[in-house]
């Protein structure tokens, strides 16, 4: 393969080459690559126009990884000449890549002494970026924003004003372009905790304006974007000032700008206090939710949101029923993940006596088809049962667990998860039966990552046992895991027996099962299960190494002979990490691991030993 970045031809090639069905690919992946040994200048001189779009991103990426390694004057004569070429690039991913790597470069010469470095932010940087902010492509155009953003928080506030504030002003008076008129509003929103009083009073009086656009599209953008200056004004001057602007593009005649309005319901809400103003904020919202659909829908996006910050004693049923009715109308069914995701803030909000008015939406939200609504659900139960006492959380929240158990696995392995956290509300009686309920899910799978999260979750539940369950159903799971097809099961059983005979060592419970069966994995014919054998005890002799010297001193040393060199791997390297006292043990067969005829036996059977002994 030729990586020097020149062109192969067919005629340059011998028959072997040609003979070589994997040459063609080759030649053609060779086109694509840069030569690495050349410096970076050297790459950008050549490739900063091959006709690979790729080349092209990948310069661009490079410039931002060695731009602090590169001294301010070659960057000032050999590469922004070559750099702000890439400005005007045919293919938006390269003029994305562009104005994304414009943060660290304005950040690179605004920390340089020299002045015209200074100078070049100001009379470059800056402009090519607005430049790009109208750009045809919607991710340069949102990209350039954030460019401009970013360069601003680098600038001293006068700075900003001269450079960056003053191109905004011109952009939001330019009646040609809406786009212009546009990009201005979103930099006002997102720079309005940069801004001094006197900027802020134009800000607010440009908003004003614009707010007034003949074009529905700057509307839009206003009842989007405001929410941010009216929290830098302040509750009592965002609600004088700023909420009857807003106020009137809720009732627009246009059903795109009332639905950018009801999308930035919450965040205007915020900045003006609901509980004081709820009366005007209640005949808002009521306006959008009769309004158009695709109002409505924009609403109801944020309906949870919007219950959650409302005092509960202006939350009225009506309005709960709409929120509760997400799922149930099929012209909505497809907020029922958001409706989900705001289910638990709904309910704290409403508190527990009223969860009645969302009984139907919870039940309809945890059978619904698609597994995303599920997990959230899954997700959220344990908070949800919190607002409840033990006896009513376990007879409203039971069942759903259970069923969780038994649908998609996706969903089983997030109930999972969540299960000590749910359970801890329930009564101290029904405990173990619910974790009986996830130690027979292992039984019924043939998923390798729900049988893993069975054995995680059960050890997170073992301090809410007693000593007969975790000997009787929590080890029996544990020991079958550690004979499991899947490796990664099979440490996750490890784990699981070692947590197991720690904690019934605490409870003075009796072990000698589990290290009868311990036993017969260290004598299997099969090479995994000795494996995982020494691996049990790695975890074991953590917390209690005694049952190391007591029951396993002559197995360690058998399978220190092993005639499978991964296995001897493993011992060496759990040998040589034993403390001094318990090393004495095992001394002569960990010097005959490091003569072992392995190379890697060897280097394993030298690895540092502490000093110190296991307490």
């Given at each position: 393969?030729?990586?020097?970045?020149?062109?192969?031809l067919?005629?340059?090639?011998?028959?072997?080459?040609?003979?070589?069905?994997?040459?063609?690919?080759?030649?053609?992946?060779?086109?694509?690559?840069?030569?690495d040994?050349?410096?970076?200048?050297?790459?950008?001189?050549?490739?900063?126009?091959?006709?690979?779009?790729?080349?092209?991103?990948?310069?661009?990426?490079e410039?931002g990884?060695?731009l602090?390694?590169?001294?301010?004057?070659?960057?000032?004569?050999?590469?922004?000449?070559?750099?702000w070429?890439?400005s005007?690039?045919?293919?938006?991913?390269?003029?994305k890549?562009?104005?994304?790597?414009?943060?660290?470069?304005?950040?690179?010469?605004l920390?340089?002494?020299?002045?015209?470095?200074?100078?070049?932010?100001?009379?470059?940087?800056?402009?090519?970026?607005?430049?790009?902010?109208?750009?045809?492509?919607?991710?340069?155009?949102?990209c350039?924003?954030?460019?401009?953003?970013?360069?601003?928080s680098?600038l001293?506030?006068i700075?900003m004003?001269?450079?960056?504030?003053?191109?905004?002003?011109l952009?939001?008076?330019?009646?040609?372009?809406?786009?212009?008129?546009?990009v201005?509003?979103?930099?006002?929103?997102?720079?309005?905790?940069?801004?001094?009083?006197?900027?802020?009073d134009?800000?607010?009086?440009?908003?004003?304006?614009l707010?007034?656009?003949?074009?529905?599209?700057?509307r839009?953008?206003?009842?989007?974007?405001?929410?941010?200056?009216?929290?830098?004004?302040?509750s009592?001057?965002?609600?004088?000032?700023?909420?009857?602007?807003?106020?009137?593009?809720?009732r627009?005649?246009m059903?795109?700008?009332r639905?950018a309005?009801?999308g930035?319901f919450?965040?205007?809400?915020?900045?003006?206090?609901p509980?004081?103003?709820?009366?005007?904020?209640?005949?808002?919202?009521?306006?959008?939710?009769e309004?158009?659909?695709?109002?409505q829908?924009?609403?109801?996006?944020i309906a949870?949101?919007?219950?959650?910050?409302i005092?509960?004693?202006y939350i009225?049923?009506?309005?709960?029923?709409r929120?509760?009715?997400i799922?149930?109308?099929?012209?909505?069914?497809?907020?029922?993940?958001?409706?989900?995701?705001?289910l638990?803030?709904?309910?704290?909000?409403?508190?527990?006596?009223r969860?009645?008015?969302?009984?139907l939406?919870?039940?309809?939200l945890?059978?619904?088809?698609?597994?995303?609504?599920?997990?959230?659900?899954?997700?959220?139960?344990?908070?949800i049962?919190?607002?409840?006492?033990?006896?009513?959380a376990y007879?409203?929240?039971f069942p759903?667990?259970?069923y969780?158990?038994?649908?998609?696995?996706?969903v089983?392995?997030?109930?999972?998860?969540?299960t000590?956290?749910?359970i801890e509300?329930?009564?101290?009686?029904?405990?173990?039966?619910?974790?009986?309920?996830?130690?027979?899910?292992?039984?019924?799978?043939?998923?390798?990552?729900?049988?893993q999260?069975?054995?995680?979750?059960?050890?997170?539940l073992?301090?809410?046992c007693?000593?007969?369950?975790?000997?009787?159903?929590?080890?029996?799971?544990?020991?079958?895991?550690?004979?499991?097809?899947v490796?990664v099961?099979?440490?996750?059983?490890a784990?699981?027996?070692?947590?197991?005979?720690?904690?019934?060592?605490?409870?003075?419970?009796?072990?000698?099962?589990?290290?009868?069966?311990?036993?017969?994995?260290a004598?299997s014919?099969?090479?995994?299960?000795?494996l995982?054998?020494v691996?049990?005890?790695?975890k074991?002799?953590?917390n209690?190494?005694?049952?190391?010297?007591?029951?396993?001193?002559?197995?360690?040393?058998h399978?220190?002979?092993?005639?499978?060199?991964n296995?001897r791997?493993?011992?060496?390297?759990?040998?040589?990490?034993?403390?001094?006292?318990?090393?004495?043990?095992?001394?002569?067969?960990?010097?005959?691991?490091k003569r072992?005829?392995?190379a890697?036996?060897?280097?394993?059977?030298?690895?540092?030993?502490?000093?110190?002994?296991?307490?």
């Amino acid at each position: 393969m030729n990586f020097s970045g020149e062109p192969l031809l067919l005629e340059d090639l011998d028959d072997d080459q040609l003979a070589d069905e994997d040459f063609e690919e080759d030649m053609v992946w060779s086109q694509h690559v840069i030569d690495d040994s050349l410096d970076f200048i050297s790459k950008l001189e050549r490739y900063h126009s091959s006709d690979m779009p790729s080349q092209r991103i990948v310069l661009l990426q490079e410039l931002g990884e060695n731009l602090q390694d590169l001294d301010v004057r070659v960057v000032m004569e050999k590469v922004l000449p070559i750099f702000w070429k890439f400005s005007t690039d045919v293919v938006p991913a390269v003029r994305k890549e562009y104005v994304l790597q414009m943060k660290s470069l304005a950040s690179y010469l605004l920390r340089s002494t020299r002045e015209d470095s200074r100078l070049e932010v100001y009379q470059t940087v800056i402009p090519s970026c607005f430049d790009l902010t109208v750009d045809d492509n919607a991710e340069v155009s949102s990209c350039a924003v954030d460019s401009i953003v970013a360069i601003a928080s680098f600038l001293e506030d006068i700075e900003m004003e001269e450079s960056i504030c003053q191109v905004v002003n011109l952009f939001s008076h330019d009646d040609r372009d809406e786009e212009c008129r546009v990009v201005a509003i979103r930099i006002y929103n997102r720079l309005a905790n940069r801004f001094n009083p006197y900027r802020l009073d134009l800000v607010v009086s440009e908003l004003t304006n614009l707010a007034d656009d003949m074009s529905c599209y700057v509307r839009s953008a206003v009842g989007r974007n405001i929410h941010s200056v009216m929290s830098t004004l302040g509750s009592s001057d965002a609600y004088s000032r700023l909420y009857p602007v807003f106020q009137t593009l809720c009732r627009d005649e246009m059903p795109e700008v009332r639905a950018a309005c009801a999308g930035n319901f919450t965040d205007v809400i915020r900045a003006i206090d609901p509980g004081i103003h709820w009366k005007e904020i209640s005949e808002d919202a009521n306006f959008l939710f009769e309004s158009h659909s695709s109002v409505q829908q924009a609403i109801l996006r944020i309906a949870g949101n919007y219950i959650s910050l409302i005092p509960s004693e202006y939350i009225s049923p009506e309005l709960v029923l709409r929120f509760a009715d997400i799922p149930r109308n099929e012209e909505t069914s497809d907020l029922s993940e958001i409706c989900a995701v705001n289910l638990l803030d709904v309910s704290k909000a409403i508190g527990a006596d009223r969860w009645e008015e969302l009984s139907l939406c919870f039940t309809m939200l945890v059978h619904s088809n698609e597994n995303c609504v599920k997990r959230v659900i899954a997700e959220q139960l344990p908070n949800i049962a919190m607002q409840f006492d033990p006896v009513t959380a376990y007879s409203y929240f039971f069942p759903v667990f259970q069923y969780f158990l038994e649908t998609e696995d996706t969903v089983k392995i997030e109930m999972i998860k969540r299960t000590r956290s749910l359970i801890e509300v329930f009564p101290k009686s029904d405990q173990e039966s619910c974790i009986a309920l996830v130690a027979d899910t292992l039984k019924e799978t043939q998923n390798w990552r729900v049988r893993q999260a069975v054995g995680e979750g059960l050890r997170d539940l073992l301090r809410l046992c007693s000593a007969s369950f975790v000997l009787n159903v929590i080890s029996e799971i544990a020991l079958r895991m550690l004979r499991d097809s899947v490796s990664v099961v099979r440490q996750t059983g490890a784990s699981l027996i070692a947590a197991c005979v720690e904690f019934l060592k605490q409870q003075n419970s009796d072990t000698g099962h589990i290290i009868e069966q311990l036993g017969y994995l260290a004598s299997s014919d099969h090479y995994a299960f000795r494996l995982i054998f020494v691996a049990v005890i790695e975890k074991v002799n953590v917390n209690s190494p005694n049952v190391l010297h007591e029951h396993f001193t002559e197995k360690m040393m058998h399978l220190a002979t092993d005639n499978v060199a991964n296995v001897r791997i493993r011992v060496a390297k759990f040998l040589s990490s034993l403390a001094t006292c318990e090393y004495s043990l095992f001394s002569l067969s960990l010097d005959n691991l490091k003569r072992d005829s392995d190379a890697e036996v060897r280097w394993c059977a030298l690895g540092t030993r502490t000093e110190k002994c296991s307490a």
